[in-house]
């Protein structure tokens, strides 16, 4: 499991530009999935001593929770695959979604937004390290799993090696060449990143 940890938490060469985390309860509306209002939407997280999404997980202090631990609240939303409840970032379990950056990444985010909007999120920590930085099971009151609709909705993939294929007979036909870096991830083709985001800053700086 601490490697399914260590590949979960972004890589040290992720994109440099800063992720804006989203307050759900308070967003004004959830507009479309291509277009939406900064002053609406953009809402101030809780100030937490947890460290960004773009820390690695801390191996060393890493262990899995044998006791049930359980948080439960709104969401703050970092991207398709993050989340925050009472000040404790919470990757969800079993799945992939692609970065703010990549392509999708934006649609993946907001549609994660759209799902927990104005509902209390149950996050059941399977692990965690000392910095609170943690992997949990997450679900709507309705008892629907975060990770199965996010997978539905053709906005994240199946990560087999830590779920055991729970969401693998979920996936959208076609879906991993539509998210292709993270099925890259998957397989442990870092180059592929690195060659995209080599590409993209080239095209940001007009070369």
């Known amino acids: ?109 907001w549609a994660m937004v759209h799902l927990c909007k104005g509902h209390s999120i149950r996050a059941e920590v399977t692990d965690e390290d000392d910095h609170g930085r943690t992997v949990a099971k997450c679900f709507l009151p309705d008892g629907r799993d975060l990770s199965e609709e996010m997978v539905k909705l053709g906005l994240a993939i199946d990560w087999p090696k830590f779920s055991g294929g729970k969401y693998g007979n979920l996936e959208v036909t076609g879906i991993r060449k539509k998210l292709w870096l993270a099925d890259a991830r998957q397989k442990g083709r870092m180059h592929v990143w690195e060659k995209f985001d080599a590409q993209k800053n080239r095209r940001g700086k007009g070369e």
Do not use: C, W
């Open 1 to 109: 499991m601490l490697n399914f940890l260590r590949a979960l938490f972004k890589p040290s060469y992720r994109h440099n530009a800063k992720s804006k985390t989203h307050l759900v309860k308070e967003t004004s509306a959830y507009v479309s999935d291509r277009s939406i209002s900064a002053s609406s939407a953009q809402q101030k997280a809780p100030q937490s001593n947890t460290s960004t999404s773009g820390a690695a997980f801390d191996e060393a202090t890493a262990h899995s929770v044998m006791l049930p631990r359980v948080l439960e609240g709104p969401a703050y939303v970092t991207d398709g695959d993050t989340i925050t409840i009472q000040k404790t970032q919470v990757r969800l379990y079993g799945i992939d979604a692609p970065e703010l950056h990549h392509p999708y990444g934006k649609k993946a985010k």
